[in-house]
């Protein structure tokens, strides 16, 4: 079983910096995508970026947004800069094991972390 663990959230003001971090264990990270996902009370969850299994192929929503990852350390990282409130949400990292790229659709992630809440001050 994939155990997905978040870390690096909390409370910022507006244009500053953080680095979100989900360690995966129980599986074979490296073969898997990866994606950062969040979600706002009342709201569907939406997908922010996403990673394939080498790095090689990534989507992101917006330009403030970097993901990657450490296959030596079954780690995806999300550094999100110039922080905006309407970045607050709760941030949530998913795994696809399925071969695939760096899948925009939420229905192909099977593994999921419990999140990690982001707040952004104005």
């Known amino acids: 079983q994939v155990q997905l663990v978040e870390s690096g959230g909390g409370l910022v003001q507006a244009g500053g910096s953080l680095r979100l971090s989900c360690a995966a264990s129980?599986?074979?990270?490296?073969?898997?995508?990866m994606g950062w996902f969040r979600q706002t009370p009342g709201n569907e969850r939406e997908l922010v970026a996403a990673?394939?299994?080498?790095?090689s192929n990534i989507y992101r929503t917006n330009s403030r947004i970097t993901i990657s990852r450490e296959n030596a350390k079954s780690t995806v990282y999300l550094q999100m800069n110039n922080l905006k409130p309407e970045d607050t949400a709760s941030y949530y990292c998913?795994?696809?094991?399925?071969?695939?790229?760096?899948?925009?659709?939420?229905?192909?992630?099977?593994?999921w972390g419990q999140g990690t809440q982001v707040t952004v001050s104005s």
């Open positions: 998913a795994a696809d094991s399925k071969p695939s790229g760096a899948s925009r659709d939420i229905r192909t992630y099977e593994y």
């Open positions: 129980g599986g074979t990270f490296s073969t898997y995508a």
């Open positions: 990673i394939n299994w080498s790095g």
